[in-house]
């Protein structure tokens, strides 16, 4: 039987890790709710960044543990983004390696080199930041609906919904149901097998990471746009929904952190 192997954190955290992904498996399946196909090329399409890590820059109001109203609300950050000068929060799901190489969690940067490549045709100069609280279901509906109304001004083809851990793994589900509702295709990735067991998104990648690393350890931008290209390809290649691409990529940088 296939299932996330945890043995990159210390013992503790790995049981209760091992512990959730049973309680997922005991779960009814929850079936997308939209499915959008995909009818562009690649090199012709459109594409969106959503990010579920809570990332935004030193400019924007932080993300905040608290759940806020604002908590519920998409940051938007500029695909060409200064290092430096960005942050993530981290709701279930540890920072160290994002915050070394944002690259781990949210490379819209690599997806940008793959538009210069012509692998895409544009990639929006938008990302769009979800923190991963989803307390105020209300007001998290009515922040992705606010963005699917600027994706669609800007007359997106696609999007990849890049979440972070299990907490954000939940809203990206949300998002990308929503999106494809909008008759917008997704792609999306977790590291967390189980999860998407009990509910799969549209278009779904899966690689056996750490959380809040799905595309590798810092600095490794070969494998960082390794894995997104692998995303990418979900587009042409998924024909019905629900279908999980297992991606064949061995975790071999050692342990881990984990909050």
Not at 15 to 33: D, F, H, I, T, W
Not at 69 to 83: F, L, M, S, T
Not at 157 to 184: F, L, M, Y
Not at 199 to 224: D, E, H, Q
Request: hydrophobic share 35%; aromatic share 12%.
């Amino acid at each position: 039987m296939k299932k996330t192997d945890f043995s990159f954190y210390k013992k503790g955290k790995q049981l209760y890790y091992e512990q959730l992904a049973r309680a997922y498996r005991s779960k009814g399946l929850v079936k997308p709710e939209h499915w959008t196909p995909f009818k562009e090329d690649l090199e012709e399409t459109r594409i969106a960044f959503i990010s579920v890590a809570g990332a935004y820059t030193d400019d924007q109001e932080p993300f905040t543990e608290e759940g806020k109203k604002e908590d519920h609300q998409y940051r938007e950050v500029d695909a060409e983004y200064d290092k430096e000068k960005i942050n993530f929060l981290g709701l279930d799901w540890d920072t160290t390696e994002a915050q070394k190489d944002p690259k781990v969690v949210f490379p819209v940067k690599n997806l940008v080199l793959l538009q210069k490549e012509g692998v895409i045709g544009y990639v929006h100069k938008t990302a769009y930041s979800f923190s991963g609280h989803d307390e105020d279901e209300k007001e998290l509906d009515k922040s992705i609906k606010k963005m699917i109304e600027d994706l669609e001004e800007n007359e997106i083809d696609a999007a990849i919904v890049i979440p972070a851990s299990v907490q954000t793994g939940e809203v990206a589900w949300k998002i990308s149901n929503q999106v494809e509702g909008a008759s917008i295709s997704t792609a999306m990735i977790s590291m967390f097998y189980e999860q998407l067991l009990q509910k799969p998104a549209p278009r779904c990648a899966y690689v056996n990471f750490p959380f809040g690393r799905p595309f590798g350890p810092a600095n490794s931008i070969t494998l960082n746009t390794a894995i997104l290209r692998d995303i990418l390809r979900l587009f042409e290649k998924s024909k019905r929904p629900a279908q999980v691409m297992s991606l064949n990529y061995v975790w071999s940088w050692g342990k881990v952190p984990a909050k």
